[in-house]
């Protein structure tokens, strides 16, 4: 029997009799998210294969359970990637988890969002039902863009079956800048070059360096970096420091201490916080160490505009993401009904009421 009929028997028996269910691929993610009580697992890590890539038409079709490093080893066969870079956090890492998670990597704010790439999926909802949204490329996404919408959803909408991603070429060259600066003056160059037609691929600060990374033909890079300035650091370096901070095995995301995620509008001047902070995304991503008060954070993000989220450790069984508005809570809500109404998928992994 095609897998996809088997974890839809498995989602209609759980919603007939309203028993719950942790969706779970790699479970190199497990950490995100609230944490929940045990329920039965619904395991999509056999769920595997691409099941359609044509790198002329620059699109590939995957089944939801396929490690990402199968699916980043086929796109550089043909001298492709995903355009957002996402991070593994561990070797068995899926593709649907990654999109489930909607989590993003350096590149972001230059070549778009995990969600930016989706294209299509294929989900179960919370009935049992298999829907497809979307399609192949990008002409067909019309309307509502339901498939988008499964992005970050942390399975509580739908179990990912099947996914089209856009994918783009790999650069010809990239070249990693340092220099020195303190945080004012770093946000404000990397809002200064956001505006500028620069080959930007990744900026980040660690409280006294600013990295820039700049991708693209060889002439373009060195015209860009007559224009920004800096020391080059050699190829090796530069990868080992770019993968430290997608994968968070950079010194500044080590020990046990909860870690949290600001997202702000990347003009939004140094925040008054003690300890270090790690600035990405030109100043739209920011990330602290240790125990903080969760209502001060979320208070000063949204007082800029933004939100925080305890993003690893702490406490999990409670909330764990920026409080939603009431009306925002109620069409999150509706949605949820809509999807899964009888909310066996992934309870409260998101939000408690959800």
């Given at each position: 029997?095609?897998?996809?009929?088997?974890?839809?028997?498995i989602?209609q028996?759980?919603?007939?009799?309203?028993?719950?269910?942790?969706?779970?691929?790699g479970?190199?993610?497990?950490?995100?998210?609230?944490?929940?009580?045990?329920?039965?697992?619904?395991?999509?890590?056999?769920?595997q294969?691409?099941?359609?890539?044509?790198?002329?038409?620059?699109?590939?079709?995957?089944?939801?359970?396929?490690?990402?490093?199968?699916?980043?080893?086929?796109?550089?066969?043909?001298?492709?990637?995903?355009?957002?870079e996402?991070?593994?956090?561990?070797?068995?890492?899926?593709?649907?988890?990654?999109?489930?998670?909607g989590?993003?990597?350096?590149r972001?704010?230059?070549?778009?969002?995990?969600?930016?790439?989706?294209?299509?999926?294929?989900?179960?909802?919370?009935?049992?039902?298999?829907?497809?949204?979307?399609?192949?490329v990008?002409?067909?996404?019309?309307?509502?863009?339901?498939?988008?919408?499964?992005?970050?959803?942390?399975?509580?909408l739908?179990?990912?079956?099947?996914?089209?991603?856009?994918?783009?070429?790999?650069?010809v060259?990239?070249?990693?800048?340092?220099?020195?600066?303190d945080?004012?003056?770093?946000?404000?160059?990397?809002?200064l070059?956001?505006?500028?037609?620069?080959p930007?691929?990744?900026?980040?600060?660690?409280?006294?360096?600013?990295?820039?990374?700049?991708?693209?033909?060889?002439?373009?890079?060195?015209?860009?970096r007559?224009?920004?300035?800096?020391?080059?650091?050699?190829?090796?370096?530069?990868?080992?420091?770019?993968?430290?901070?997608?994968e968070?095995?950079?010194v500044f995301f080590?020990?046990?201490?909860?870690l949290?995620?600001?997202?702000?509008?990347?003009?939004?001047?140094?925040?008054?916080?003690?300890?270090?902070?790690?600035?990405?995304?030109g100043?739209?991503?920011?990330?602290?160490?240790?125990?903080?008060?969760?209502?001060?954070?979320?208070?000063?993000?949204?007082?800029?505009?933004?939100?925080?989220?305890?993003?690893r450790?702490?406490?999990?069984?409670?909330?764990?993401?920026?409080?939603?508005?009431?009306?925002?809570l109620?069409?999150?809500?509706?949605?949820?009904?809509?999807?899964?109404?009888r909310?066996?998928?992934?309870?409260?992994?998101?939000?408690a009421?959800?």
């Amino acid at each position: 029997m095609d897998q996809s009929r088997t974890l839809q028997a498995i989602v209609q028996e759980a919603h007939a009799r309203s028993r719950p269910l942790a969706i779970r691929g790699g479970g190199s993610k497990a950490f995100y998210g609230r944490r929940t009580p045990e329920c039965d697992r619904l395991d999509l890590s056999g769920h595997q294969g691409i099941t359609d890539y044509e790198p002329n038409e620059l699109f590939i079709t995957l089944r939801a359970g396929t490690p990402l490093q199968t699916l980043e080893a086929q796109l550089a066969e043909a001298g492709q990637m995903l355009p957002f870079e996402p991070p593994h956090f561990g070797p068995a890492a899926t593709i649907g988890g990654t999109l489930a998670c909607g989590l993003s990597g350096p590149r972001r704010p230059y070549a778009g969002s995990a969600r930016d790439t989706v294209l299509g999926m294929r989900i179960l909802n919370g009935q049992g039902e298999i829907l497809r949204f979307g399609g192949q490329v990008m002409k067909n996404v019309a309307g509502y863009d339901v498939s988008r919408l499964m992005v970050g959803a942390l399975g509580t909408l739908g179990v990912l079956l099947e996914v089209s991603l856009k994918v783009l070429p790999r650069p010809v060259c990239t070249l990693s800048l340092l220099q020195e600066s303190d945080p004012a003056t770093a946000i404000q160059r990397m809002n200064l070059w956001a505006g500028q037609p620069l080959p930007l691929s990744a900026t980040t600060f660690d409280g006294e360096h600013l990295y820039i990374r700049l991708s693209g033909t060889e002439g373009t890079l060195q015209a860009a970096r007559s224009r920004i300035g800096g020391d080059a650091l050699a190829e090796a370096d530069a990868d080992a420091f770019w993968a430290s901070l997608r994968e968070q095995h950079h010194v500044f995301f080590q020990g046990d201490a909860p870690l949290w995620r600001l997202a702000l509008p990347p003009a939004t001047p140094p925040l008054p916080l003690a300890g270090q902070t790690m600035i990405e995304w030109g100043g739209g991503q920011r990330w602290l160490r240790g125990q903080r008060d969760a209502v001060m954070l979320q208070q000063l993000a949204a007082q800029y505009g933004g939100h925080a989220t305890m993003f690893r450790g702490g406490a999990r069984a409670a909330e764990v993401f920026q409080p939603l508005a009431p009306t925002m809570l109620a069409v999150q809500q509706r949605l949820k009904a809509a999807f899964d109404p009888r909310a066996i998928l992934n309870p409260g992994r998101l939000y408690a009421t959800l």
